[in-house]
């Protein structure tokens, strides 16, 4: 009994050392690239009062969710009213996946507000990683070295527990000096 908890302390240990990390690595893009790839980004809810995103996480191992509408964006600030595409105005947990496409290689900057939870993986390297409840906060600039184009698997993890909701992506491609809201042609998914 003692080597169980002590295995899953340790492994408890492990997976919240990677919750705070930056960015863990250099993203790879998709390998094989994908083909025939559909308008926007997949999205599954699940309606959970949630903490944080080991949270949703773990509610997403045991439960499927409910798919929803593609999200068209990665910009939405929600007053009032359902939180994403979901119908639900609280209490929503968010996985949504599918690509990014990056059209040259260079230096790539992200910018990305939030309310509540968010944990954003692009081409397998942690992105982003804001995991609790919180009022609407803004990352500093995250610089994100792309070597090649092409399309990049993106995996995003969010909820909002409840009252106002802010889910916002930005990027700033190489050579331009402010952030735009990442254009719907540019992400899709299988």
Known sequence: MRRLILCLSLFFLAFCATETEELSSTPSPADPQPAALKDGLSVRYIGAKLNSIPELREWLTHKDGQEGVPLETLTYHMEKGPV???EKEDLVGAYISGYLQFETPGEYRFQVTNNDGVSIHLGGALLYDDPKVGA???SEPIPVEISAPGWYALEIWYFEKKGT????VLWSRPGSSGFETIAAEVLKHE
């Open 84 to 86: 994403l595409t979901s």
């Open 136 to 138: 609407d906060r803004t």
């Open 165 to 168: 909701a802010t889910l916002d």
